[in-house]
């Protein structure tokens, strides 16, 4: 139980206070995603340099769990290239596959930090999107960003 509500306080912090909040120039792509069950919405830049992500900026609005994850997200994906960033998105969707398996969290935590609170999201599968809205934005983006870039994406 004490790990749940570590977990809770580490959702709560990102929501209340949000890293990388704030749409920002320059950047190659913008998507907006939004989660029609339950009205979860976020606009998403990318910005590369080459692969790499130089920044990711967005405004959103809807539940702790949407906006959190956001912001955990820019954490682990900026300075990263896209195929790091995007690999791990494929972790936390792994996590929010797991249906709270603490095993699998265990598994993942070096890897995604703070994103790594959302396990016991994974057990409530109508919340499950509103974790994952952000992540698919990124994904859209990134492709968008690459195939905008004059040589494709290659550095």
Same mark, same amino acid.
């Given at each position: 139980?004490?790990?749940?509500?570590? &977990?809770?306080? +580490?959702?709560?912090?990102?929501?209340?206070? /949000?890293?990388?909040?704030?749409?920002?120039?320059?950047?190659?792509? #913008?998507?907006?995603?939004?989660? /029609? =069950?339950?009205? %979860? !919405?976020? =606009?998403?830049?990318?910005?590369? %340099?080459? !692969?790499? +992500?130089?920044?990711?900026? &967005? !405004?959103?609005?809807?539940? $702790? +769990?949407?906006?959190?994850?956001?912001?955990?997200?820019? %954490?682990?994906?900026?300075?990263? $290239?896209? =195929?790091?960033?995007?690999?791990?998105? !494929? $972790?936390?969707? =792994?996590?929010?596959?797991?249906?709270?398996?603490?095993?699998?969290? #265990? #598994?993942?935590?070096?890897?995604?930090?703070?994103?790594?609170?959302?396990?016991?999201?994974?057990? &409530? /599968?109508?919340?499950?999107?509103?974790?994952?809205?952000?992540?698919?934005?990124?994904?859209?983006?990134?492709?968008?960003?690459?195939?905008?870039? /004059?040589?494709?994406?290659?550095?």
């Amino acid at each position: 139980m004490q790990l749940q509500s570590m &977990y809770q306080d +580490i959702i709560l912090d990102h929501y209340r206070n /949000p890293h990388g909040r704030g749409l920002r120039d320059p950047y190659e792509a #913008e998507v907006h995603h939004v989660n /029609p =069950t339950c009205g %979860d !919405e976020v =606009t998403l830049r990318v910005h590369l %340099d080459g !692969e790499t +992500i130089a920044d990711v900026s &967005y !405004e959103g609005m809807g539940c $702790s +769990i949407s906006q959190a994850s956001v912001s955990a997200m820019y %954490d682990l994906v900026v300075g990263r $290239s896209v =195929t790091d960033a995007l690999a791990t998105g !494929e $972790s936390f969707m =792994t996590l929010m596959q797991s249906k709270g398996d603490t095993a699998v969290a #265990e #598994e993942l935590e070096d890897e995604l930090e703070d994103a790594v609170a959302f396990a016991g999201v994974s057990k &409530y /599968p109508a919340r499950i999107k509103c974790a994952l809205m952000s992540w698919m934005a990124l994904k859209d983006a990134s492709a968008r960003a690459l195939a905008a870039t /004059p040589t494709g994406g290659q550095a």
